[in-house]
């Protein structure tokens, strides 16, 4: 697809070269906070999976930079009125909004003090401003000391075991591995990257931070959902506006940090493998009444009512303990739909992406096949 | 704006209340088609043992069909299966599952299923490959994703296996791994990393230490597939050890892991392991005593991923030393393709000195596609004697077999299923005894014209006048005919030779002489036409025992004109003749036959048919047809007839170098003629359509052959079958094809190339489906009109399926079988729907949009579908670069239109009367918000307007009005709105009520919704709808939900939800509440839909049952 027919189809890619971004994804952690608020006191950071970039983007402009970003950065102007125009926006949702924006506008640049973020990826990242940027597998062992000792000058892996000694406040994860097409081996090795990112999360995050992460929406995720409720008091499935309602992607946000009393995290017992989390759930259930796994109480919103049901389908014995994560659709209705496609005025220029897509492992092989057929010719 | 009346929360009555009708419904998978992901032979490739998503299916290869399938895991597909001393190991994710080989016989022999004893553990991770030990049938080794080696026993009382220590050097995650034993307590590893690293490794029984040997750094990408060779024995009787590991960086790599023993340093790796150090792309692993090494041979292929490679198995009772091993690489181009590797090992060389070692050089050998879509998720690999036997499971849900001859030297009474042999005319004169002196005439002789002559003869003119007849019997064996020197030097200039009968040929000349040739007879002048023979078409096929005559034409050249002549085929005698006359002076006729009421049909080089009837005079054009090809038209057959004679059916068809066939239908009025298009398609396999036949069966298969790039292809459109590809290099004029009457699968193809002549014989097709399959690609849509299903899929054919009773099979075994298949769209498809039984239409992105007839064929034994598409949507925005997502069509008025509402995806809605004509004319269009509209449905229209409901990924719904005007084009009118879910609707179903209607809906967040609509008024003849209640299911699935279906049934309303979490659930929906009733276990990743296929009066005891249809990655059928 060529640069400026992906302009129309996808408003994001579009909106992130014009606003300086490295990925569209970008986006999708500006709507996330958004609805979440995750930088809210936060100043450490950890990005896992980083490459090419514009999550650490985000976070260098609003924590280091002290930039603000708001439903502006992807509304569409066109959409709002016409939401207007056929009734589809609340009256009083419309008034906070324009209101919103004013206090945006207004409100001052304000860069954090003693802002540390690191991003982690298999891929080099390019040098960012204020950033320490590492090379490595999350799901190496080895990469727990890397970090350790990222965050943590002072760090000793022979001394100091798998602690941070100053924790972070905030643990990101973008991973995705690249598709294969076989489902349940592309779900498993998405959730080696959740737990990968998890196992790293519980060495450096502190008590009451936050985790957020990608996860695929398939078979067996509420398993997923369920493992995660053992360490976080509200975990939470959002889709941003800006992801692909045709994707299976969306992200787990997990709020206050609470490792249960006595556990560590371990790197001979990693998460993930094993039945050691799903023991830990089946021990908090015998303990707990049911009232914690049914999730939050559900409101009723907007004259929908509610449906309870009754579901006395025999659970399985060989399954997992599940338990489904309230969802919610974040960036506001007006933002840009990525599933749609946008009409672009005649004299509209596609600019270049900000960053040139990382060399795919079979461009030899591209080059190699096309310098045999120019030859053949 | 009217608003909605608010209808307050129900009080939820108590849960004791249980509803009987929960009891009575039963949701159970009657049928299921998903990828094939283990395949493994059993008892010497009698048998094939087959991983289909949760089952074992046994297929009988010699009967060529299922004996049994067995469930081994609740919700997990199987990913492995091994077979050896007596027991088979079954995988799947971390689960383990064991039976005895005895059981798997017990079951072929028809055993009761459910008594099975299978006996399953959990391991702690994800499995990548299993090796039951040869050398103690109470062992096994299992390694993880993460790099990590499990020990199995099966020597527990009850034969549950217990799962040993976990051992690991390190625990990177693998996306490909491979173990050997190589003796009773040491198992070889190898481990392929996601960047690229192969880590070599031994595991010993019963020691927690494991040894590194190496890193094998050199790919540039994931792993994805690793095979660690037989031990091979070199010259000096040394052996050695190769490692194949295939990537996505595209290559296979072949790399010598001889272990040679050299004195390791001993230094502690664990300890570096954890140490801080940087391990993404391009770094170096800190393995420090592991030797890294260079691979001995590198090789490209494939175009995409290649996802396995495999050594074919040596053949035991081989005890040379290796020359030549035959390597398969399978990839996400769904091909599979054959490399020879050439060894040079004379010694397995010094382990100090790499210089000494093996080298090998890759050959490319072969390519076979006949997956469909994308994806070889499974092979297995077996060598009996001199035969390598190569099953590979797809996506597709097929298996596909086939049987290589083995690079060892053959022995003499070994007979290949297909050959090649070549004729040098120098080589076949100077060995036979006394060739005919020839004058001296100018020029190098070489062969000329030359056919098939019966089924194992060949006959061919020389450039100087020598007629040869070849027989095949173990090699091809010529004799020269005996001629007369006047006939000899008449076939001198022979242009055409025409096989007309089983052993009896004619011979066209440029001097216009024609010539009969025959055993028995030898060869005559049977007459001569005014010019220069071109062509000699048969109109009635090869002469037979049972018919006296043949009817044929003899095109000359330069002019349209011919001859008509009858002919008793056996002696050459003409019983009739009869000019041509009349014919559109461009006309350049390349085929012709007889069809119904005595007409011919001839075809030309631009694509014109002439139809042509006799009188007195002779054959006169009574139709001349411009075909929708511009390409020669290169046979003409006509379709099996129902009457016993098989002539009078209606129906004749083409095949077209444009790359279609097409079926017409014959009216033949008293004075007029016309032809209508019935059927127009272009099969998969190739560019150039040269010609094709019908079986002789009661059900007749329609087998078709052309060319595609370098090779000739004979397929079976039927089956959906490649019968044979044969390397000929390309599009031949000349070239020659015949098959068994009887039997499709044996033929002979003959052509030449660089003035040899070359002939291939096969004695059955080199590849056989042992399953039919599917879309190898998602299916993003599919409708049913109660008798067929359409599907829609990501690879952009269309498919039209039956569901019905298997005809091999017993036990009432059902199957999808494939009637058409359409590829016309250019991008993934995005919706297809039925309009009543005849009407089928099709949306996908650039705006695409396709209107098909479709019509069953009379009158014919030939059981294909006549599908036509009637109309091509040209009314596309400036760019037509959208996407239509969603449509819906209902025929209105006494003419034939229908009213379309289609969804674009730059959220404009936009209502088109469609006439059969052909033409599209826009009555209304609206913009909604800006976000993308996915569902709608026409909830009334008539001549004068339309109330319609969409769905959005806002997940709004709305409802809209639209009148038509004459003369204007008119905006549709938003009537109301309301939120239901919190993002895309991605599903919607309804049902009309007293009231209105009920919808349900699927959304992005999990929930199920159940709105109810009503009639705001209906004062001008079209009724307005609004939501008067809205209630939902908030975690009715754990993922997206992509397809719900609304049933009545009796009192009561069946709602069915499938979704990305892969569980079908069905659900009372009441007007107090909504009840959970069946939730199952889906093996269809990536729902594109569920539909309800009918009720299933048509076999069997229970009649009242439904059968839902889910499509995906895969389909399946419920009943409930
Ligand atoms: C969707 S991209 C992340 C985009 C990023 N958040 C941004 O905004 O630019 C996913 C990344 O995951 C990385 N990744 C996948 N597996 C990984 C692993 N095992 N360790 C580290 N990174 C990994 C890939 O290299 C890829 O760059």
């Known amino acids: 697809m060529g640069k400026s027919s992906k302009d129309k189809r996808d408003a994001y890619y579009r909106l992130a070269k014009e606003q300086g971004w490295r990925a569209r994804s970008a986006f999708k952690l500006l709507q996330l906070d958004e609805e979440f608020d995750l930088?809210?006191?936060?100043?450490?950071?950890?990005?896992?999976?980083?490459?090419?970039?514009?999550?650490?983007?985000?976070?260098?402009?609003?924590?280091?930079?002290?930039?603000?970003?708001?439903?502006?950065?992807?509304?569409?102007?066109?959409?709002?009125?016409?939401?207007?125009?056929?009734g589809i926006l609340p009256q009083d949702e419309q008034k906070t909004e324009a209101d919103k924006t004013i206090d945006e506008q207004q409100e001052e640049r304000k860069p954090r003090e003693d802002v540390k973020i690191v991003s982690i990826d298999l891929q080099p990242i390019s040098p960012l401003a204020g950033i320490?940027?590492?090379?490595?597998?999350?799901?190496?062992?080895?990469?727990?000391?890397?970090?350790?000792?990222?965050?943590?000058?002072?760090?000793?892996?022979?001394?100091?075991?798998?602690?941070?000694?100053?924790?972070?406040?905030?643990?990101?994860?973008?991973?995705?591995?690249?598709?294969?097409?076989?489902?349940?081996?592309?779900?498993?090795?998405?959730?080696?990257?959740?737990?990968?990112?998890?196992?790293?999360?519980?060495?450096?995050?502190?008590?009451?931070?936050?985790?957020?992460?990608?996860?695929?929406?398939?078979?067996?995720?509420?398993?997923?959902?369920?493992?995660?409720?053992?360490?976080f008091e509200k975990v939470i499935v959002a889709k941003p506006r800006s992801s692909r309602a045709s994707s299976v992607e969306a992200f787990i946000v997990c709020i206050n940090f609470q490792p249960p009393d006595g556990f560590r995290a371990s790197l001979e017992e990693p998460l993930g493998v094993g039945g050691r989390l799903d023991e830990m759930l089946k021990e908090r259930e015998a303990q707990k009444t049911d009232t914690e796994m049914q999730g939050a109480a559900a409101i009723s919103e907007q004259g929908v009512v509610e449906m309870e049901v009754y579901d006395d389908v025999p659970e399985d014995k060989e399954r997992n303990t599940r338990w489904i994560a309230p969802f919610i659709a974040c960036g506001d209705l007006s933002a840009f739909d990525s599933d749609a496609s946008y009409q672009l005025p005649e004299d509209h220029v596609s600019l270049d992406p900000v960053q040139p897509p990382i060399a795919p492992p079979y461009k030899r092989a591209i080059e190699m096949r096309a310098a045999l057929s120019g030859s053949q010719r | 704006m009217a608003q909605p009346r608010e209808v307050c929360s129900p009080a939820t009555p108590p849960s004791s209340i249980l509803n009987s009708l929960r009891r009575k419904l039963h949701l159970a998978r009657a049928f299921s088609q998903c990828p094939i992901t283990a395949l493994a032979f059993f008892r010497d490739a009698s048998y094939l043992l087959a991983g289909e998503d949760t089952d074992l299916v046994v297929y009988d290869l010699r009967a060529g069909h299922v004996v049994t399938r067995v469930r081994v895991f609740a919700g997990q597909p199987i990913h492995g299966i091994r077979v050896l001393n007596g027991r088979v190991l079954l995988w799947g994710a971390a689960k383990i599952a064991v039976l005895a080989e005895d059981d798997v016989e017990e079951l072929i022999r028809g055993k009761d299923v459910d008594a099975l004893a299978l006996k399953r553990v959990t391991a702690p991770d994800w499995i990548y490959d299993a090796a039951l030990s040869p050398f103690d049938a109470e062992a096994?080794?299992?390694?993880?994703?993460?790099?990590?080696?499990?020990?199995?026993?099966?020597?527990?009382?009850?034969?549950?296996?217990?799962?040993?220590?976990?051992v690991s050097p390190s625990r990177p995650m693998l996306y490909a791994a491979n173990l050997k034993w190589v003796s009773d307590n040491c198992v070889l590893v190898a481990g392929g990393t996601v960047f690229g690293d192969i880590l070599m490794w031994k595991y010993h029984l019963n020691q927690e230490q494991p040894e590194m040997l190496s890193v094998l750094a050199d790919h540039e990408g994931s792993i994805f597939g690793v095979h660690i060779s037989d031990e091979l024995l070199c010259m000096d009787g040394s052996k050695i050890r190769l490692l194949a590991s295939c990537s996505d960086d595209r290559t296979v790599r072949i790399w010598d892991v001889t272990d040679r023993q050299v004195e390791k340093s001993g230094r502690d790796t664990q300890h570096e392991l954890v140490a801080p150090r940087e391990t993404g792309f391009g770094s170096t692993p800190g393995l420090n005593d592991a030797e890294t090494e260079r691979p001995i041979a590198v090789v490209m292929g494939h175009m995409s991923r290649i996802w396995g490679v495999k050594f074919a198995p040596l053949n035991p009772g081989d005890v040379r030393p290796a020359k030549t091993l035959a390597v398969y690489s399978f990839g996400e181009d769904s091909t599979m393709q054959r490399w020879r590797l050439d060894l040079d090992a004379s010694s397995s060389g010094d382990a100090r000195d790499p210089t000494s070692r093996v080298s090998a050089v890759f050959k490319h050998q072969d390519i076979v596609d006949v997956h469909d879509g994308k994806h070889l998720w499974s092979h297995a690999l077996t060598t009996l004697g001199e035969q390598t036997i190569i099953a590979t499971g797809g996506a597709d849900s097929k298996i596909s077999l086939m049987t290589e001859s083995t690079f060892s030297t053959p022995s003499p009474e070994h007979n290949p299923v297909h050959e090649i042999t070549t004729l040098d005319l120098r080589d076949v004169l100077s060995s036979l005894p006394n060739p005919r002196a020839l004058g001296p005439g100018r020029g190098l002789e070489i062969i000329g014209r030359y056919d098939f002559f019966s089924q194992d003869e060949v006959l061919a003119t020389t450039s100087k006048g020598r007629l040869m007849l070849g027989t095949f019997d173990k090699g091809l064996h010529w004799r020269e005919v005996d001629l007369e020197d006047s006939i000899a030097s008449g076939i001198q200039s022979t242009y055409v030779l025409k096989t007309i009968g089983d052993g009896a040929a004619l011979l066209g000349t440029t001097s216009g002489s024609l010539y009969h040739y025959c055993g028995t007879q030898g060869a005559s002048l049977i007459g001569t036409v005014p010019g220069k023979v071109v062509n000699i078409v048969l109109l009635t096929g090869l002469g037979e025992a049972h018919d006296t005559s043949v009817e044929l034409l003899v095109h000359l050249h330069g002019t349209p004109d011919a001859q008509h002549f009858t002919l008793d085929w056996r002696t050459g005698a003409v019983l009739a003749k009869a000019d041509i006359r009349g014919m559109d002076p461009r006309f350049v006729a390349m085929s012709a036959a007889k069809i119904k009421g005595g007409l011919i049909a001839i075809g030309s080089r631009h694509g014109w048919l002439s139809v042509l009837r006799r009188g007195e005079e002779g054959f006169r054009p009574v139709l001349d047809f411009a075909t929708s090809s511009k390409d020669a038209i290169t046979g003409i057959v006509p379709l099996p007839g129902k009457d016993a004679d098989g002539t009078a059916s209606p129906y004749f068809l083409t095949t077209s170098r444009d790359s279609k066939y097409r079926i017409y239908e014959i009216e033949n009025a008293d004075s007029d003629v016309h032809l209508h298009i019935r059927n127009e398609t272009a099969p998969p396999f190739g560019s150039i359509i040269e010609g094709g036949w019908f079986t002789r069966d009661a059900e007749p298969e329609l087998i078709m052959y052309g060319f595609k790039s370098k090779k000739l292809i004979v397929w079976n459109e039927t089956r959906r079958q490649e019968i044979a590809a044969i390397e000929c290099g390309g599009s031949h004029r000349t070239f020659t094809l015949m098959h068994d009457p009887t039997d499709p699968h044996r033929l002979r193809f003959g052509f030449t190339r660089t003035s040899k002549l070359f002939i291939y014989s096969q004695r059955e097709s080199v590849h056989r489906p042992v399953k039919t399959g599917t879309h190898g690609r998602e299916i993003r849509a599919l409708s049913c009109n109660g008798r067929y299903i359409a599907t829609g899929s990501e690879d952009t054919t269309i498919r039209i399926w039956e569901y019905k009773g298997q005809q091999q099979r017993q036990s009432g075994g059902r199957e999808m079988r494939c009637l058409a298949s359409m590829k016309l769209h250019i991008t993934g498809m995005q919706q297809v729907k039925w309009l009543g039984d005849d009407y089928l239409m099709s949306s996908a992105g650039n705006e695409e949009f396709f209107v098909w007839r479709v019509r069953r064929l009379n009158n014919t034994t030939y059981g294909g579908l006549g599908v036509v598409c009637e109309a091509v949507f040209d009314d596309k925005s400036k760019h037509g670069d959208l996407r239509i997502m969603d449509f819906d069509a209902s025929k209105v008025g006494p003419d034939g239109s229908i009213i379309i509402t289609m969804l674009l995806s730059n959220s404009v809605l936009k209502t088109y009367r469609y006439s059969p004509d052909g033409s599209f004319r826009l009555l209304a269009h609206m913009s909604y918000t800006g976000a993308c509209l996915t569902q709608v449905r026409h909830l009334e229209v008539n001549e004068n307007g339309l109330s319609a409901l969409t769905g959005a990924t806002d997940g709004h719904m709305a409802t809209w009005e639209a009148r038509f005007d004459q003369d204007k084009i008119r905006s549709h009118v938003l009537v109301h709105v309301a939120p239901v879910h919190q993002n895309a609707i991605k599903s919607l179903?309804?049902?009309?009520?007293?009231?209105?209607?009920?919808?349900?809906?699927?959304?992005?967040?999990?929930?199920?919704?159940?709105?109810?609509?009503?009639?705001?008024?209906?004062?001008?003849?079209?009724?307005?709808?609004?939501?008067?209640?809205?209630?939902?299911?908030?975690?009715?699935?754990?993922?997206?939900?992509?397809?719900?279906?609304?049933?009545?049934?009796?009192?009561?309303?069946?709602?069915?939800?499938?979704s990305n979490d892969q569980r079908v659930k069905v659900w009372q929906i009441g007007s107090e509440r909504t009840e959970l009733v069946a939730d199952e276990y889906s093996g269809v990743a990536d729902a594109g839909g569920v539909e309800v296929m009918a009720s299933t009066h048509d076999d069997d005891e229970n009649s009242d049952r439904l059968r839902l249809i889910v499509g995906g990655v895969g389909v399946e059928v419920w009943t409930v």
């Open chain 1, 39 to 86: 930088f809210a006191n936060v100043t450490r950071v950890v990005d896992l999976c980083a490459a090419p970039g514009s999550w650490s983007q985000v976070l260098s402009r609003v924590l280091i930079k002290g930039e603000k970003f708001g439903r502006t950065a992807w509304q569409d102007k066109e959409a709002r009125f016409r939401q207007q125009m056929l």
């Open chain 1, 132 to 231: 320490t940027t590492l090379r490595a597998d999350i799901t190496h062992p080895a990469t727990v000391p890397l970090l350790l000792s990222a965050l943590d000058p002072d760090f000793d892996p022979k001394m100091a075991g798998t602690q941070a000694s100053h924790p972070v406040d905030l643990v990101l994860s973008d991973g995705a591995p690249d598709v294969t097409g076989l489902h349940d081996l592309d779900i498993y090795v998405q959730s080696q990257l959740l737990f990968a990112a998890l196992n790293l999360a519980l060495c450096v995050l502190k008590p009451g931070g936050k985790f957020v992460a990608k996860i695929f929406r398939g078979k067996n995720v509420d398993v997923l959902y369920a493992q995660l409720k053992i360490f």
């Open chain 2, 140 to 166: 096994a080794v299992l390694i993880t994703a993460h790099n990590e080696v499990i020990p199995v026993r099966f020597d527990t009382p009850d034969g549950t296996p217990t799962l040993g220590a976990v």
């Open chain 2, 989 to 1058: 179903d309804l049902r009309a009520t007293p009231e209105g209607f009920q919808v349900l809906t699927g959304g992005d967040d999990n929930g199920l919704a159940v709105t109810s609509l009503e009639v705001l008024s209906d004062d001008a003849g079209i009724r307005r709808y609004t939501v008067s209640s809205r209630a939902i299911v908030r975690k009715a699935h754990a993922a997206a939900i992509n397809g719900v279906a609304l049933i009545q049934r009796g009192e009561a309303t069946l709602g069915v939800s499938v």
